[in-house]
Structures are given as C-alpha cells and as structure tokens.
C-alpha cells in the first residue's frame, strides 16, 4: 500500500493549482556513509523504496569507511540549526543525541506496527530513549571475519580457513615466504581497531573482551591477555603490503577480489563488495568467523532529527515504517552483506556466509558470548572510543612494545572516563 496515500490527494490538488511543483509530500534528507559500491547499492535500494512511496529523497552521502567523516559533518549541521532529516546513526550516539533532545520519535509507527514483536530485544533497547523508538536498525552486521581468496591460498597448498591465530600465522608466513600479501588492510584508525578488537575476541575470548572493552576495566586492559593481544596485532603488523597506509576498506577487499592478498578480516560489509563485484561465495571467495568463540555485533540503524515542516514529518514516518517492512529488509540486506535486524525474515535467498552469520548469532546469544562492536560505536562513548583508535593507531605505526601499549591505553581510557 502506498505510505504516502492520504498525502498524494493533497499533492494532487496543489499542482493542480500550482504547476510546477512536484512534491508537497514526505521528503527526507538522509546523511549516511555509504559510498562504497556494495554500501552504495543498499542504500540505493532504500532510495528506490522511498521513491515507490511518492516521496522525495535527497541523498547526503559523506565518504569514509567507519562513519567517522559523517559524525563530524552531522555536529556541523545541528550547530548550525540545519539537521538532516534521517541519519545513519548507532549505538551509544543514539542515546548521547536524543538526551540532547535532538530526535523525533517514532513511537506511534512502532506501536502501529508492532516492533517490540519482531525485533531481537537486545536490539530495541538500543533503538530507544526513555521507553520510546528513536531510531530503527535496518541490519545485524558481524565484525569478526575472515574473507579469503582460495585460489591465493592453494598457491601455499591451504584449503581450511584458520581456526586461531597461531594457525593463522602459519599460513600468513608461507604466503610472506612465496612473494604474496598475507593480509590486505587499510591503515585507518576504525580499520586498525576492527582488526584490534577481533584480535582480543581470539586471544581473550568474549568475557575478556567484555571487561576489556566495554566495562573497561583497569586489570583486565593492563593484563598479560591484554599484552598477548598487542602482540598478535604486532604479527599483523608484518602481514600487510607497504602501502597500507590510509587505505580504504573497499580497496583491501578488492587487493583480495585481484588476488594480490590472501585475506582481509572485515566486518560482512566486505561481502557486499565481493557480491556487487559478481563474485561467488564459497567459490570466488570464502568467509570464516576469526578465531574465537564469540560474535561481534554491530548494527546499522537510522535516527530522525527534530525538523520543522508536515512534509518532513511525515518522510521520517515513511521511511522508518520502509526501513523496518520485511521485504525491504530482506532486498537490502542482500546486497548490504549483512542479516536482516528482524528476526521474523527468512534466509532463503541469503548466500552461506549470512546463514553461518545467523546460526552463530542465535548460538552467541545462547552462551552469552554476543559482544558490541567497540571499533563501531555500539558498546562505548564516542570519547572512549577516541583513545582506544588513537592507541591502536599509534601502536600498529611505530615500534611501541606490547607493555607499553597496554600501560598507554589503560591511562587514557581511565582520562576519557573522568
Ligand atoms: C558500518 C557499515 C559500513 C562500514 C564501512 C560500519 O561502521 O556499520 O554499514 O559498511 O562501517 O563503511
């Protein structure tokens, strides 16, 4: 059924009246991240929605893998009184925005449609402020992966995905030994701290990375665990080509697409590329979970600044009603490599990696082993957040030893705290 039903009558009569004027109906400024090609396509999707509602949409993308880049331009637009409508947002910036009271609710939708049903509970209490939904999650992605080239693996004679890191070391040496890339990386802050937090998950485990990440507390990252960890990170360190550096994401995806490295250990955003790309999972490509028992959650949801005008409104009502329909989940997850956010979506026409993706998200949950993305924004302030990159940065860029990286960072968590 057409969302902008009521609304189009109204349209009618007024380019009726005023010729010219295409839209007195739900318009929506949308500020993202999603640049790359397999992001670009997503959002295209919900682009192409909208659009089928009669709605206008006016895209803001703001380039840079992490969404680092859109956070700084989103604080340049509320202090100048200019919000966009819908931005992509998540975590604990959903909660640290609308206690500025710059959000709109969009309860009544939810209510009307019944979203405490379909969504995994975890999941809504970050979509809401004070009891209500602020915001709606249009994906579970999966930080901790592996995605490989197989083809570059066999040169070495390796057929199985490495199950721990010691494993993973081996294979990486022989590619070093035959001339070939081990890992391909973009040296970025959010890119350094993907592969630091996947790291402590398979060294620590999830209590660990728990205590570590998202308690933050002073014994777990000053720990021998903690220093093991800087340690593997230093190992990978001595996997990636000369000119990682400032690279992004979508270009290491596309040296392991080339075969001109062996993995690349992403969130399943990377999927999105391989796919867009045409290539085949399990064939072209393969995926497996970094070692580790555990899964690390990070989802993409969508919030509604306070705007003025009925025709805007009613575009962030639109939208979100869009963004949480099951059919739309289904088309977007699809090319975004993610899993749908509700639970009520089936995978049939979901590839391997997204099955693997779900049954380890249902087993996660089961033994307590899901745990928020500290590199993207679901588990601690943005502030926190800060030091670790900074660290991360600093270490995986000179020659810091494992000791003082773990004395460094727990000082400047403990600062970021106060
Ligand atoms: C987002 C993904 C995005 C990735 C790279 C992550 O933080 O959750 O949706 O594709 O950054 O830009």
């Not at 720990?223 to 550096?245: A, C, E, H, I, W």
Request: hydrophobic share 45%; glycine share 10%.
């Amino acid at each position: 059924m057409n969302k902008f039903k009521n609304i189009l009558a109204a349209t009618i009569v007024a380019s009726l009246a005023l010729p010219g004027i295409a839209y007195a109906d739900g318009t929506v400024e949308v500020l993202h991240w999603w640049t790359s090609g397999g992001e670009a396509k997503a959002i295209g999707e919900l682009k192409k929605a909208f659009e089928a509602e009669g709605g206008k949409w006016v895209d803001s993308p703001i380039a840079g893998g992490g969404g680092d880049a859109a956070m700084t331009a989103l604080r340049a637009r509320v202090v100048a009184g200019n919000p966009p409508t819908a931005v992509q947002l998540k975590g604990p910036g959903i909660q640290e925005w609308a206690a500025l009271g710059a959000l709109d609710d969009v309860q009544d939708v939810a209510d009307e449609e019944g979203w405490d049903d379909e969504l995994p509970p975890a999941l809504a209490k970050i979509m809401k402020y004070d009891g209500k939904y602020v915001a709606v999650p249009v994906n579970i992605h999966r930080v901790d992966w592996f995605w490989a080239n197989p083809e570059v693996l066999a040169k070495v004679g390796v057929t199985e995905m490495p199950t721990t890191w010691g494993e993973f070391n081996t294979v990486a040496d022989k590619l070093k030994e035959a001339g070939i890339t081990p890992l391909a990386h973009g040296g970025q802050p959010w890119q350094d701290a993907t592969i630091f937090e996947d790291v402590v998950l398979g060294i620590g485990g999830a209590d660990f990375f728990r205590k570590a990440l998202i308690d933050l507390d002073q014994d777990a990252l000053t720990s021998d665990t903690m220093v093991k960890s800087f340690d593997q990170l230093r190992k990978l360190r001595g996997y990636v080509d000369p000119n990682f550096s400032g690279r992004d994401w979508n270009l290491a995806t596309a040296m392991v697409m080339r075969s001109e490295a062996g993995f690349q250990i992403m969130g399943d955003w990377a999927k999105g590329e391989f796919l867009t790309a045409g290539k085949v999972p399990g064939k072209d490509f393969v995926c497996a979970p970094t070692p580790g028992k555990g899964f690390v959650l990070n989802s993409d949801s969508f919030t509604f600044f306070k705007v003025t005008g009925e025709e805007k409104v009613e575009g962030q009502k639109v939208l979100a009603s869009l963004i949480i329909s099951p059919k739309f989940q289904e088309t977007f997850n699809l090319a975004k490599g993610s899993i749908p956010a509700r639970t009520d979506v089936t995978l049939d026409k979901f590839d391997d990696c997204a099955k693997k993706s779900h049954a380890d998200l249902l087993a996660a949950i089961k033994a307590d082993s899901l745990v928020p993305s500290m590199a993207h924004e679901m588990a601690v302030p943005r502030s926190v957040r800060g030091e670790f990159l900074d660290l991360v940065t600093n270490f995986f860029n000179s020659d810091m030893s494992s000791e003082d990286a773990v004395k460094t960072l727990a000082a400047a968590v403990k600062r970021a705290q106060q």
